[in-house]
T-cell receptor, first 114, second 112 residues
Framework: GAGVSQTPSNKVTEKGKYVELRCDPISGHTALYWYRQSLGQGPEFLIYFQGTGAADDSGLPNDRFFAVRPEGSVSTLKIQRTERGDSAVYLC????????????FGPGTRLTVL | SQQGEEDPQALSIQEGENATMNCSYKTSINNLQWYRQNSGRGLVHLILIRSNEREKHSGRLRVTLDTSKKSSSLLITASRAADTASYFCATATIQGAQKLVFGQGTRLTINP
């Protein structure tokens, strides 16, 4: 079946603008994760959803970052007042659900803030 | 912050040779996973080993886990040019079991 999809694949924006990044998980997967990967680094956890609720948002760097998953499927990561330091690849992953399942990653969205 | 550290940071070998990458971590884990990443984009899951397991195999891959030393290794046997990629270990800690904590990765280059 289809894997995790993310749109757009690339996003270029200007400092101070608002952006939304979308993730479509694998059908039936109840758990969804967002990670951020800077150049030359490993991915860093941002937030984890179980169903519609954010079960762990401890990785969100500040209140400019927000994510939703209103129907327990598609998720949107929202970044307000973007800064140049937000430039990174944003990765989404899904898993069938607890306990401790393998996470399946999408191709990522490369965000560039000018 | 990142929990794991991969060693070496970069590895270059000839096609057909074996490649070994190591991962060390700091806190107690529930499981450890290895991923491959091509061209800085999506990660492909390779293998998951649980804290009560010591060794796992999948095709040309062999993973070991030593919880007393808080370390793991990934062995790729009979390497191929297509194995060229970055390899990351990721741990699911007992406290935050649903999130993965990644190392910085090993960049593996297989020379034909």
């Amino acid at each position: 079946g289809a894997g995790v999809s993310q749109t757009p694949s690339n996003k270029v924006t200007e400092k101070g603008k608002y952006v939304e990044l979308r993730c479509d998980p694998i059908s039936g997967h109840t758990a969804l994760y967002w990670y951020r990967q800077s150049l030359g680094q490993g991915p860093e956890f941002l937030i984890y959803f179980q169903g519609t609720g954010a079960a762990d948002d401890s990785g969100l760097p500040n209140d400019r970052f927000f994510a939703v998953r209103p129907e327990g499927s598609v998720s949107t990561l929202k970044i307000q007042r973007t800064e140049r330091g937000d430039s990174a690849v944003y990765l989404c992953a899904s898993s069938p659900g607890p306990p401790l399942d393998t996470q399946y990653f999408g191709p990522g969205t490369r965000l560039t803030v000018l | 912050s990142q929990q794991g550290e991969e060693d070496p940071q970069a590895l270059s070998i000839q096609e057909g040779e074996n490649a070994t990458m190591n991962c060390s971590y700091k806190t107690s884990i529930n499981n450890l996973q290895w991923y491959r990443q091509n061209s800085g984009r999506g990660l492909v899951h390779l293998i998951l080993i649980r804290s009560n397991e010591r060794e796992k195999h999948s095709g040309r891959l062999r993973v070991t886990l030593d919880t007393s030393k808080k370390s793991s290794s990934l062995l790729i046997t009979a390497s191929r040019a297509a194995d060229t990629a970055s390899y990351f270990c990721a741990t699911a800690t007992i406290q935050g079991a649903q999130k993965l904590v990644f190392g910085q990765g090993t960049r593996l280059t297989i020379n034909p």
